[in-house]
């Protein structure tokens, strides 16, 4: 059976190395997927978005497709795509969820014992009642860039063309049009939300923060450091 592509955009381009595609959904949630190089041209993906043949064409433009991050257990749903399109893949995701993960997502190894030889420095997220990181990456024209699956997120995470997108998605996003704990992730994924307040402002203190991708909403491209301190007093 095919598997199912559903509409995106194209593979914006956020810094040298690193780039953006924003995948959608039956439901009007907007994901996306990051995409980063590295210095021997091999790319990872991080929260992966199924594309088109002219996704793949333009992804391929790139590099080698090498890695997929699983970052956590509801965003399984399109790493069996890589594997199949790219046999070579190696589909990795947090130690603590991998048994959880192979149901959709077979993996080859864990993101603590695959990324950090790669130059990935892994921040885990406290306070969340499943495990994720945030994983902080080298660019390649100099600083910092972070990227956050779930505990964070931004503005235009919702398809606000869509009714049920204004109606219901945006209530489930983030409060304002600044990154913050969107509310859904507070409703049922936080145990403690004062632990995950803190951690943003630990992030904030990274030097030379260029950049912040999120799975869901716009990335931060500037004063991402302010954006994590305004998380961490919010």
């Known amino acids: 059976m095919a598997h199912q592509v559903y509409p995106h955009g194209g593979i914006e381009p956020l810094a040298e190395g690193l780039w953006l595609v924003k995948g959608g959904l039956p439901f009007p949630l907007r994901r996306n997927m990051a995409v ?49 399109r790219y046999p070579g893949v190696a589909v990795v995701a947090p130690a603590a969820i991998r048994e959880q993960v192979r149901v959709k997502a077979p993996t080859d190894a864990s993101a603590e014992e695959m990324l950090p030889p790669l130059g990935f420095v892994l921040h885990a997220v406290p306070g969340l009642k499943s495990p994720e990181y945030v994983y902080e990456v080298p660019l390649a024209g100099g600083g910092r860039a972070l990227i956050v699956n779930d505990a964070f997120a931004n503005a235009n995470a919702y398809d606000s063309s869509r009714l ?11 409060p304002g049009d600044e990154p913050a704990v969107p509310r859904i992730v507070r409703w049922l994924s936080v145990s403690d939300l004062a632990a995950l307040k ?30 994590l301190r305004a998380i961490a007093a919010g």
Do not use: C, W
């Open 36 to 84: 980063f190089r590295l210095a021997d041209g091999r790319l990872v993906l991080h929260s992966p978005v199924a594309l088109d043949d002219a996704g793949l064409k333009a992804l391929e433009g790139l590099g080698r497709v090498a890695f997929a991050i699983v970052p956590s257990r509801s965003h399984t749903m399109d790493a069996s795509f890589y594997r199949q």
């Open 164 to 174: 049920l997108g204004r109606l219901v998605v945006r209530r489930m996003g983030v």
């Open 198 to 227: 803190r951690f943003a402002g630990t992030l904030a203190a990274i030097p030379d923060l260029r950049i912040i991708t999120f799975s869901h909403g716009d990335p931060v491209t500037r004063d991402p450091a302010g954006a």
